[in-house]
């Protein structure tokens, strides 16, 4: 009689404790299941090379670029000034000479567009994929000893390294730089002032007045006279880009 009063309070005491439990067990499960594992395509043994190389040249060009920028910023304020002083007709012509536009002391318009035409940045992709080009991935002989990475000669006997299959009568040597940070300093220079390479800034020119970005593709076009094959180089640089945009991106 007893357990008969008591069965219904027990059975009622014994559900609440059944679902009180599972409740418990399925709330532990959920904080205790870990996340499922994001898979990523591993980079095979080439690609991880080749992600290597812009890795380590990426923020090289990056500040440079940066600092051509800071540059281009200042002589748009000086143009600004009306009757320039001393000082800043002095900073002036420091620059113009830096990029082998004549200097004058009284800057007119097409002084402006000449200089401004030439201090300017070079394409991210395309300065990283000239590297790998003319570098074989900075494994040539010139990287690796001189750290030139561009390919940029020189002609002064011991500026640089004497290459192993020089022409006969030939001069040239392969400019040895201190850093890598000088061999990318010294290939923009070389862009941004040779006169073979004005089609390039007559692109990049054109580019900012219509206030499009800096196309890299676009720009190779001005690569031409960069080597001897014309306009298969500018096919080649064009290809690279393409496919390592995205390795160049993450890098």
């Known amino acids: 009689m007893k357990m008969t009063r008591y069965l219904p309070t027990l059975i009622s005491l014994a559900a609440a404790l059944l679902l009180s439990a599972c409740s418990g067990s399925l709330f532990v ?6 996340a499922k594992p994001v898979h990523t395509a591993p980079l095979n043994g080439v690609e991880a090379k080749k992600a290597a190389f812009f890795a380590s040249l990426k923020p090289i060009v990056v500040q440079e670029n940066l600092r ?14 009306v009757h320039p002083d001393a000082r800043q007709l002095k900073r002036i012509r420091q620059v113009a000479m830096q990029y082998k536009v004549n200097p004058t002391s009284h800057p007119d318009g097409a002084f402006w567009e000449t200089l401004l035409s030439r201090v300017d940045e070079v394409p991210l992709e395309m300065a990283l994929v000239q590297a790998a080009n003319e570098s074989a991935w900075g494994q040539s002989r010139f ?8 390919g940029q000669w020189c ?51 054109s580019l900012r ?16 006279a960069y080597s001897e094959r014309g306009m298969s ?17 993450n890098s």
């Open 29 to 34: 499960s959920e904080e205790l299941t870990p």
């Open 68 to 81: 051509i920028a800071a540059l281009r910023k200042e002589l748009f304020t000086l143009r600004q000034v």
């Open 143 to 150: 990287a690796r000893e001189g750290n030139n990475y561009y």
């Open 155 to 205: 002609y002064q006997k011991g500026c640089g390294l004497v290459p192993n299959q020089r022409a006969e009568g030939a001069s040239h040597e392969v400019r040895r730089f201190a850093s890598m940070e000088a061999s990318v300093r010294a290939y923009m220079q070389n862009i941004n002032t040779t006169a073979a390479y004005a089609e390039f800034r007559s692109i990049r020119h």
């Open 209 to 224: 007045v219509q206030s499009r970005p800096l196309d890299a593709e676009s720009l190779a076009y001005g690569l031409r």
């Open 233 to 249: 180089y500018v096919h080649t640089i064009q290809s690279m880009i393409r496919s390592n945009r995205e390795l160049i991106a």
